[in-house]
């Protein structure tokens, strides 16, 4: 006896899940990324430990350690790299993008 779907059916069932899935998963991330600009929000220029947690052309990228937050290093990023413990100071902050922007101290 054969299943109720056919193959091809099956894949396009199995891709559509795939990618309702992805788009979920984008959604939750930001809305993580806005909870934590928003409750830094009251907190800039203040100073915080942090570890470097990716470094690309597209910039370098440090995680709070007492928060879960990260964000961007957007001034004093030369010679840091991953692993490296940081103190930075919150420099501005996106609630509606969800960008939260450091300054190497």
Sequence with gaps: M???YAEPELAAIAAHCTEREDAARKV????????AANWLSGRIGE??????TGASPKGT???LKKCPADGRVVKGEK???VGDRVKVKLAA???AKG???FERV
């Design 2 to 4: 054969a299943g109720p």
């Design 28 to 35: 939750e991330r930001l809305m993580r990324k806005v909870v």
């Design 47 to 52: 100073v915080f430990d942090a570890i470097v």
């Design 61 to 63: 990228y440090v995680r």
């Design 79 to 81: 010679g840091i790299d």
């Design 93 to 95: 902050v996106d609630v």
């Design 99 to 101: 960008f939260i922007d």
